[in-house]
């Protein structure tokens, strides 16, 4: 290797070629799918370990669970706060759908619809801890952001044709 050609690689017209390689790799279309997959798992993390702590065992709510929602948590509405209603329902069906949905958001597997769902768990979260709204709205963003996009070409929903986006 030349003086020359050594000065080219290191140079400007190196560092211009390594930026457009980069620009290049960044413009194909997996990179859309990739990013679509580490949505949906930055989504499925915090649900599904909300919802591990929930279970002693295969469909055994914790008494922990059923503790909170029956006296601790309360639903900050107009005029309240107020109880959840029937807390030992409410504890079973979002402890499963924090099982369930983060599942099927990894798996790309109704995809759309998981992510709705989590984001309707988002807006019970957020009337029931208000002052989680930072959280709370980068929840809500990445939600919609799956719902709109769909689960990307790295998903089960793609390869079984269920949803192409």
């Known amino acids: ?35 679509q997959l580490v949505l949906r798992c930055a989504l ?9 702590n929930k279970w002693d065992g295969f469909l055994q709510l914790n008494e922990v669970a059923v503790l909170l929602f029956s006296s601790e948590l309360k639903l900050h509405l107009p005029g309240g706060p107020y109880d959840f209603p029937a807390p030992g329902l409410v504890a079973f069906v979002s402890g499963s759908a924090e099982i369930l949905l983060p599942i099927l958001l990894v798996l790309g597997l109704a995809t759309r619809l998981a992510a709705f769902g989590l984001l309707l768990m988002t807006l019970v979260i957020q009337l029931t801890v208000p002052d989680g709204w930072p959280l709370h709205i980068t929840w809500a963003a ?13 998903a089960l929903d793609h390869w079984i044709g269920t949803d192409k986006g």
């Open 1 to 35: 290797m030349t003086n020359h050609e050594r000065n080219a690689s290191t140079g400007p017209r190196g560092i211009a070629g390594l930026a457009e390689r980069v620009n290049a790799a960044l413009s194909t279309s997996a990179t859309p799918s990739l990013t």
């Open 44 to 52: 499925a993390v915090p649900f599904w370990r909300s919802g591990v």
């Open 142 to 154: 990445m939600a919609l952001g799956i719902m709109a996009w769909g689960p990307g070409r790295i």
